[in-house]
């Protein structure tokens, strides 16, 4: 009888851990307010937002955060848009991790980049904060780099001085006409990430 119920417990145990393997969470980063809802630094709840209208399931305000869950090919993807403003947002990542018990390279964060240019896509397994606040609150939180960034362009146009204006102003209309086919992109890249894998989506979406 012991023997019996201790592995009905450890096959419990082991379907656990194969559902958590088959949740994802995914991050956009973003400042909450309405002030904020159409600017640069907030593609990352720009995104979530597209996939959320698109697949259509609606976000819920809870804990640390804005959620909303989407179901794929089997697949549980957790919608996170962090109501702390950007500089916590690493305390609604762990908050969310540690209450889905989902695993750390089973999380994608989606950031601002100054560095490459409007639209383009660089998806990576670990790096540097790169003067990102939500990445390094992420990084503190976490107290790792190993975690999957998802880095939408935004581009460097704009004066000596002028960064923070830039980053916290809205798009241009340029930037908004080509917006939707990226953002388009995106909901492809998240859905990838969590069926064919980050090696894959690396190698189909970088550079695009």
Not at 13 to 23: A, G, P, R, V
Not at 98 to 110: Q, Y
Not at 178 to 183: C, D, H
Request: aromatic share 12%; hydrophobic share 40%; charged share 25%.
């Amino acid at each position: 009888m012991i023997n019996w119920f201790n592995n009905l417990f450890s096959n419990t145990k082991t379907e656990d851990k194969i559902d958590n393997m088959k949740k994802f969470l995914i991050v956009g980063l973003g400042n909450i307010g309405a002030e904020y809802v159409n600017t640069r630094h907030n593609i990352g709840f720009k995104a979530l937002d597209f996939l959320a209208r698109k697949e259509g399931v609606s976000f819920e305000t809870m804990k640390l955060g804005a959620v909303a869950e989407y179901k794929f090919k089997g697949r549980t993807f957790l919608l996170l848009k962090p109501n702390t403003y950007m500089n916590l947002s690493g305390k609604a990542v762990k908050y969310w991790m540690d209450t889905e018990k989902i695993p750390l390279e089973n999380i994608m964060v989606i950031t601002d980049d100054l560095n490459l240019s409007f639209g383009a896509i660089r998806i990576r397994k670990k790096g540097s904060d790169g003067g990102h606040n939500g990445l390094k609150s992420i990084q503190a939180t976490l107290n790792t780099t190993d975690y999957i960034r998802f880095r939408f362009g935004i581009s460097d146009e704009f004066k000596k001085g002028k960064q923070v204006d830039y980053v916290l102003g809205e798009w241009d209309e340029t930037e908004k006409t080509a917006l939707p086919e990226r953002l388009e992109l995106a909901s492809e890249i998240i859905k990838s990430f969590g069926t064919a894998g980050i090696e894959n989506t690396m190698s189909a979406y970088n550079g695009k």
